[in-house]
């Protein structure tokens, strides 16, 4: 029986994750528990699982957490703030961690994780895209594993096993083209935050479903992938593929390509992720081609979805780029769903941030300069969001890179 710690337990990698755990009670056990700010959901489920310890992000609810499960026996190890994310992360016999933290929030529990030799079954992107440069040295030095638990990575890693190392030569990345797929860009003025969230294919969060509206889910996956699996980023590709049946491809040297299938569920990869290197039989719904009828493939639309290109540039900047490149664009949704900006206010506030820090891109940073060009950028938004015309100033100009950012990032419009 595998041990598991659940990181973002209320959300909906954290709900599927459980369904999971409770479907096959013989193969997985709930170590620890950590959430956000739903207490009723978290005390739900620390009275189903009952962990040895969890924690809620939110510190000021811990005392309606305790009071939810007091009459538990034992009581769990109750927790409450960033700190008690942490300890959670990196507590006990946990074999595994499932991040399903959204955003740069999940960072620093991962690297607490890792530092404590668990391995890691990662849904959240931010952990590589913003903290890459110090989170890749780390699970190398410690030696856990991390296995990509979203349904893009796992099909690239699913299907390289077996593949001769060497042997890769291009990722095919497949993109549902999000809510606005088939609207024409002239609409994309009139965009509402219901219009957003209506994801044609798959039940997400808030923040993930924008940002599969922008296409921004896919560019920072490019980035996620050239850290996982160590490919420029000429070789990797993105595709519409609107039925969200081929998860992602790959094309070896000798031109082969294979592709991982499979209905939209997010189970499938996080089971692998959990059960990997063994597949456990399931009595879900089988794939049936028929029934599934058309795949179909187009090419994104650039002029539609400017974020993809954004994220290609910043990827291929390097340094603490994609780290601006992911403050900016999580601060830049966050007003969006608070209606306080425009849909297409959400790309020219990133490439804004993202402009106004190449001059000072940390080359090869280290976690606190990860944070700081974190802070930095959500700051810049906000600056620039208010009207501000206040230039704050930017901690790693001490450190800036040698070579300047692709002409291409500032050529977005």
């Not at 050239?226 to 000429?234: A, I, Q, S, V």
């Amino acid at each position: 029986m595998k041990a598991i710690t659940l990181l973002g337990s209320t959300g909906s990698i954290g709900t599927q994750t459980l369904d999971i755990v409770a479907q096959y009670p013989d193969q997985f056990r709930i170590v620890g528990l950590a959430a956000g700010r739903n207490v009723e959901m978290l005390a739900q489920q620390i009275r189903q699982f009952r962990p040895a310890i969890a924690a809620i992000s939110d510190e000021r609810k811990l005392p309606e957490l305790k009071e939810a499960v007091r009459d538990i026996d034992p009581q769990p190890i109750l927790l409450g703030g960033e700190a008690g994310i942490i300890e959670v992360a990196q507590y006990g016999d946990a074999e595994a961690v499932v991040t399903g933290i959204v955003g740069c929030a999940g960072l620093l529990p991962t690297i607490a994780a890792i530092k404590a030799g668990k391995d890691i079954a990662l849904a959240n992107k931010e952990t590589l895209i913003a903290g890459g440069p110090a989170v890749m040295p780390l699970v190398e030095q410690h030696g856990v594993k991390l296995l990509p638990a979203d349904s893009e990575h796992s099909a690239i890693f699913q299907c390289l096993q077996g593949v001769p190392k060497g042997g890769l030569r291009r990722i095919l990345l497949t993109a549902s083209g999000g809510a606005f797929r088939d609207w024409p860009v002239d609409k994309l003025p009139e965009v509402t935050v219901a219009d957003a969230l209506k994801h044609p294919n798959w039940s997400m969060g808030r923040k993930i479903t924008v940002d599969s509206a922008t296409l921004m889910n896919k560019g920072l996956e490019v980035i996620e992938a050239h850290f996982l699996f160590g490919l420029d980023y000429d070789r990797i590709d993105i595709v519409i593929h609107p039925q969200s049946i081929i998860h992602s491809l790959i094309e070896l040297q000798d031109t082969s390509v294979l592709a991982q299938l499979g209905w939209p569920d997010m189970r499938l990869p996080l089971l692998y992720a959990l059960s990997w290197p063994e597949r456990i039989y399931t009595d879900w719904e089988q794939l049936d081609l028929v029934k599934a009828g058309s795949l179909t493939f187009r090419e994104p639309d650039h002029q539609k979805y400017p974020c993809m290109q954004l994220a290609y540039a910043a990827g291929r900047a390097g340094g603490s780029m994609p780290a601006v490149l992911n403050a900016a664009n999580e601060q830049a949704v966050a007003l969006f769903l608070e209606e306080k900006i425009k849909f297409l206010d959400i790309p020219r506030l990133i490439e804004y941030a993202c402009d106004r820090h190449q001059a000072d891109n940390c080359a090869n940073p280290s976690l606190d300069d990860i944070l700081a060009a974190d802070k930095w950028a959500r700051q810049e938004v906000m600056a620039k969001q208010l009207g501000s015309s206040v230039t704050l100033p930017n901690p790693l100009s001490a450190k800036k890179l040698e070579v300047p950012v692709r002409p291409d990032l500032a050529q977005i419009g």
